[in-house]
């Protein structure tokens, strides 16, 4: 990963993916939604879309035993919980087991922590969970209620505190707070330094809005507000590196669309299955190599390295929604 991070070309990144496909080495980053349901309404979400309707599925215990032996081996990180709350699901320890049962690096978690109590995050942790990244996308009780529709702010600060208790047995687990910024709630961002003086905060991720269907908040342009952005997250930069705390924290806010290079590493690296995808994989024989040569990886490698124009294209915004970096 630290490669990966290091190298700016895209071609080469492909190049390397290639050669740690050929030896079988760990390049996979697999993003699993065991559910595809979630209990808050966030005005950012398409779960706000008063039209969207769940999916009610959810994986079976040997789905987790199905993905675990056919792609486990090959992944570098496991991130659990994508675009839904994966805490609804009730055998998340069982995934990290596996992950770390294959010997899997890193195995992260992001939950809107609503369902969370200490028992339950001591599971997660006892089973060998790297890293909880917990949403919120505001940090007074009235811009975090009022962006998170069923969310109470004092369930959260009990989440904290009670992870950074944990983590008092459990050093090596990392807690990230993930906050999704927009025009309505910037300013409260200078409200962040009460969670960072308070709670035993590893990293801290600043992400701009991104359009996510038709969703209940419809204020895209944020460009308008990088002035006061840059000013605020300079200080709250600053205040990180004085606590030692890692940030993640996009500068430039981007137009409302969004845009990928047509030739780009996450296209062979990033790997998703929620219980629809899980349905679309034959289970019987069915293996990692096989299925990736069956849908024509040395050929798209082949093109991207050497014939493809270095192009951008606009992207679906689920994909980029799934995007972290660590």
């Known amino acids: 990963m630290k490669i990966n991070r290091l190298l700016?070309?895209?071609?080469?990144?492909?190049?390397?993916?290639?050669?740690?496909?050929?030896?079988?080495?760990?390049?996979?980053?697999?993003?699993?939604?065991?559910?595809?349901?979630?209990?808050?309404?966030?005005?950012?979400?398409?779960?706000?879309?008063?039209?969207?309707?769940?999916?009610?599925?959810?994986?079976?215990?040997?789905?987790?035993?199905?993905?675990?032996?056919?792609?486990?081996?090959y992944a570098i990180r496991v991130q659990i919980g994508c675009a839904a709350e994966p805490t609804l699901f009730p055998h998340n320890e069982k995934i990290i087991q596996?992950?770390?049962?294959?010997?899997?690096?890193?195995?992260?978690?992001?939950?809107?922590?609503s369902v969370l109590n200490y028992e339950k995050i001591k599971q997660y942790f006892t089973a060998g969970l790297d890293e909880i990244i917990i949403s919120m996308h505001g940090c007074s009780k009235e811009i975090y209620e009022s962006m998170m529709p069923r969310a109470?702010?004092?369930?959260?600060?009990?989440?904290?505190?009670?992870?950074?208790?944990?983590?008092?047995?459990?050093?090596?687990?990392?807690?990230?707070?993930?906050?999704?910024?927009n025009p309505d709630n910037v300013d409260d961002l200078k409200n962040i330094k009460s969670y960072l003086d308070n709670y035993n905060i590893d990293i801290l991720q600043i992400r701009p809005i991104r359009r996510l269907g038709?969703?209940?908040?419809?204020?895209?342009?944020?460009?308008?507000?990088?002035?006061?952005?840059?000013?605020?997250?300079?200080?709250?930069?600053?205040?990180?590196?004085?606590?030692?705390i890692i940030t993640l924290i996009t500068k430039e806010l981007p137009d409302e669309k969004l845009y990928r290079n047509k030739i780009d590493i996450a296209n062979y690296t990033y790997f998703y299955i929620s219980p629809k995808q899980i349905k679309e994989l034959p289970k019987n024989k069915f293996s990692y190599y096989k299925h990736s040569r069956k849908n024509g990886i040395y050929k798209r490698i082949f093109q991207d390295i050497f014939t493809k124009k270095d192009d951008i294209y606009q992207s679906d915004v689920s994909f980029g929604n799934y995007d972290v970096k660590i």
Not at 25 to 51: Q, T
């Open 8 to 73: 700016k070309n895209e071609r080469l990144k492909i190049l390397g993916f290639s050669i740690l496909y050929l030896l079988r080495r760990r390049h996979l980053n697999i993003f699993l939604d065991p559910v595809l349901n979630c209990n808050f309404r966030c005005v950012m979400c398409y779960f706000s879309d008063p039209d969207f309707k769940p999916d009610k599925d959810k994986f079976k215990i040997e789905d987790i035993d199905f993905i675990a032996n056919n792609f486990f081996n």
């Open 98 to 113: 596996e992950a770390k049962k294959h010997h899997v690096p890193y195995v992260s978690l992001t939950t809107n922590a």
């Open 152 to 181: 109470k702010i004092e369930h959260l600060h009990q989440v904290l505190s009670d992870i950074s208790e944990l983590k008092k047995t459990y050093p090596s687990v990392r807690l990230r707070l993930n906050f999704t910024i």
């Open 214 to 244: 038709n969703t209940a908040y419809r204020d895209f342009n944020i460009k308008k507000i990088q002035p006061k952005y840059s000013q605020i997250i300079e200080w709250i930069e600053q205040e990180c590196l004085n606590k030692g």
